[in-house]
Each structure stands twice: as C-alpha cells, then as structure tokens.
C-alpha cells in the first residue's frame, strides 16, 4: 500500500524532506522496508505545502511514478515550506488512476492522504456511501476509497471536531458500517498533524524544532518511534501524543435513519 509522510518545522526545501533521506519517501516509491501490503508505489505521488502568509496549502501531483519526473526534482530543490503532507501511492484495485486519485487531498487548509483500503470497494462501500449527501458523494474528487473516506473525516471537520478526533471517529463510522479495511489516516492543516495507525505501519520523529510523521523512517536515526496500531497521534513540533482509538472520541456513529451522527 502506500507511503506517506508529513513535516512540520522550520523551512525546510521539498527536496531534503522528501529526497534526500537515505530511505525517505522517494526511495519507498520502489524500496519500502516496511510496507506490509504491496511492493512498489509507482501510481502517482503527491505534494502539498504552505507558503508563508497563505493559510491555503498549494499541491503539486502526478499520475506517473516520483522518480521519473524530472522537473518536481528540479522545483522540489528550490521550494521552502514549514509544513508539508507527501505520498506515494499504490492504486487499490478498482479504483480510478490519475492524478485527482492521487493524495493528498485538500480542503481550504487541510490535506489528507489514506494508506490502506476498505475492502470489498466498491461494492461493499453503499452503505457507507449512503450516509452521505448526494452532493457529497457527486463531488467527490476521484472515484478511489480514499476519497469517501475524505468525505467523511472533512464531514467531521466542518462540525468543529480536532484533527484526531476526526479522524478516529471516522475509523469508529467505517467499522460500525460492518466495513473491514486499512485505515492509515495522516491530516495537516500546516500547523498540526494528525495520524492513525489502523492496519498499517506508522511512526514519528521529533527533534530541533521539527516533528516528521511517517509510515517508515526516511533514515536510521534512532529518534524514530514507532506508533502501536490501533492509536491516533497528534504531532506538533513541541508535543506528540498517542491516544488508543477508543479513546478518542467523541466517536461517529451510524444513527438509524442512516445519518452520520457525531456524539
Ligand atoms: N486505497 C488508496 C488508493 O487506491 C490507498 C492505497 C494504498 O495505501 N496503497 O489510492
């Protein structure tokens, strides 16, 4: 499955946040050490960063593998940011190529990006799907797993919920559907980073004013920490914390009438 990675800290290039770590995220297009499902990421990579003074993050994605495109080398080396969100991806079977499938998604000032799968997609997603707005479901941006699952942690958003209980509720909403899946969420509006260890591997790295969260280490520094699964973790550069998804609540729960309900 796939691999992502987001940055918080002083500004930092693209390139040494990305390319440069010995195992970082453009080596795990082709050479993950610790995926557990699939081999290679080479369906399309994404980007998404802060300029200074713009709360709106700008993206740069591509349906094509990161280590063939030449001219995001080339902008990454130049490119400064305080915080950024980045993936790789290995299409899920059955949903859409391109570069609208490709995370992370965005939304006013957040990003997001889904390692894993719901499976039995599509099919086995209707339920879920149906506890959504029509106008919702026609606007989502690709037709890809990841994308509905978007849908409803930005859903939890919008109501007012913290990035971590967002995204717990949204792995509480998915298995009170009866769905089984990989929920590896990672969320950012520049400032925190929020991150779910469901089905996938997860850890973080904190230090000199920076906090990296990634699905493996870009290096063997020994200040990388592993995130037990089944956890949520809010990073800032300051502070990290791991809380048990149960926990984190305020979970979403399908009510009756199929609605989503946000206790
Ligand atoms: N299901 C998502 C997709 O198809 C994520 C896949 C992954 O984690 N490899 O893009």
Redesign the pocket.
């Known amino acids: 499955?796939?691999r992502h990675l987001a940055y918080l800290g002083p500004p930092a290039t693209l390139r040494s946040v990305i390319i440069d770590p010995p195992y970082g995220l453009y080596r795990q297009a082709w050479a993950p050490r610790r995926q557990r499902y699939?081999t290679a990421?080479a369906d399309g990579f994404g980007v998404g960063w802060y300029a200074a003074g713009d709360p709106v993050p700008a993206r740069y994605r591509r349906p094509a593998p990161i280590w063939g495109d030449e001219s995001f080398a080339d902008v990454a080396r130049v490119t400064s940011t305080g915080a950024l969100l980045a993936a790789v991806?290995?299409?899920?079977a059955g949903?859409d190529p391109g570069t609208a499938?490709a995370?992370p998604y965005a939304a006013g000032r957040w990003l997001f990006s889904?390692?894993?799968?719901l499976a039995g997609w599509p099919a086995s997603a209707a339920g879920l799907a149906a506890t959504l707005p029509a106008e919702t479901l026609l606007g989502l941006e690709a037709r890809?797993?990841?994308a509905l699952l978007w849908a409803l942690v930005r859903q939890r958003l919008e109501r007012g919920l913290p990035a971590a209980q967002a995204l717990a509720g949204t792995v509480a909403a998915v298995r009170s559907a009866g769905l089984d899946g990989r929920l590896n969420f990672l969320l950012t509006d520049g400032r925190v980073i929020a991150a779910t260890a469901a089905g996938d591997t997860l850890f973080y790295r904190r230090g000199d004013g920076t906090v990296l969260v990634a699905s493996e280490p870009g290096d063997d520094d020994p200040g990388w920490s592993e995130v037990p699964g089944e956890s949520v973790v809010t990073a800032t550069p300051q502070q990290v914390s791991v809380t048990g998804l149960e926990e984190a609540g305020p979970a979403g729960e399908i009510s009756g009438n199929g609605r989503i309900t946000v206790l």
């Open positions: 499955m796939c699939g990421n991806r290995s299409a899920t949903t499938a995370a889904h390692n894993g799968v890809v797993d990841s």
